[in-house]
Structure formats: structure tokens, C-alpha cells
């Protein structure tokens, strides 16, 4: 039986915040920030937010990441600073 997207897009976080833990620290402003926005149950989505300078450099390195795994990824940019990788899976 196949994982519920849900699940599969909860491990990919947890991959996520594992392998960029760096951007992550706990006593800090974090450069990557995640969310798994279910307000659509049908097609729940991994938003994987990067706010920093060169923000399209390390959203690049988690987009490849998410693909790699399986994700279908989108972007949004809201500024130089500010870009969103959306993830989605069957």
C-alpha cells in the first residue's frame, strides 16, 4: 500500500531540516523555515521557505534535493531575498 502524501511529505521535511540543518539553528533567525500547508487534503504541499541574501543559490540546492526524491517542485519568488519551493507528490 502506498504512503498518504501527508506522510511522505512529513519524512521529506524531516530530510529537509536534517540535511540543512545549518540554516536552521534553534537561537536564531532561521534562513530556512518549513511548512506542509493541508488545506487541500487532496494535494497537500511542502512549502520550504528561504529568506537570505542569494536566497535562489540554496533554493536551487533544496529544489534539486526535493527532486531527487521524488518531489514535484515549483517556485515563488516574492524578492531577491524571499523565495518559496513548493513540493508536491502523488
Same mark, same amino acid.
Given at each position: ?6 506522510? +511522505?511529505?512529513?519524512?521529506? /521535511? *524531516?530530510?529537509? #531540516?536534517? &540535511?540543512? $540543518? =545549518? ?26 521557505? +528561504?529568506?537570505?541574501?542569494? /536566497? *535562489?543559490?540554496? #533554493?536551487? &540546492?533544496? $529544489? =534539486? ?26
Amino acid at each position: 500500500m502506498t504512503e498518504h502524501p501527508i506522510d +511522505v511529505l512529513d519524512d521529506m /521535511a *524531516d530530510q529537509v #531540516a536534517e &540535511e540543512f $540543518e =545549518a540554516y536552521r539553528q534553534p537561537d536564531e533567525f532561521k534562513d530556512v523555515s518549513l511548512v506542509i500547508n493541508n488545506n487541500d487534503p487532496d494535494r497537500p504541499t511542502l512549502i520550504v521557505h +528561504v529568506d537570505r541574501e542569494e /536566497a *535562489d543559490t540554496l #533554493a536551487d &540546492e533544496i $529544489e =534539486a534535493f526535493l527532486e531527487e526524491r521524488g518531489a514535484r517542485t515549483q517556485r515563488e519568488r516574492h524578492s531577491d531575498t524571499d523565495v518559496r519551493v513548493l513540493a508536491t507528490v502523488d
